[in-house]
């Protein structure tokens, strides 16, 4: 708990610019992760559970 106590406290001063550009790096990075596999899971969803060629390929359903 000190460690992160100490880091927060560094985070706070000014010159810690590097360290938040950092942290915002790594952020994005997780985000854009959880959003490829999120679209990844639910396109094999589709194509396991629908007769779709292709996981887009909606107009082959009527």
Avoid: D, Y
Wanted: negative net charge; aromatic residues 10%; charged residues 15%.
């Amino acid at each position: 708990m000190k460690a992160l106590h100490r880091l927060r406290e560094h985070l706070a001063h000014a010159e810690a610019l590097f360290p938040l550009a950092l942290v915002g790096l790594v952020s994005g990075l997780v985000t854009g992760g959880v959003i490829i596999a999120f679209r990844w899971f639910t396109e094999n969803a589709q194509l396991l559970l629908t007769p779709l060629t292709a996981p887009e390929a909606f107009e082959w359903l009527s």
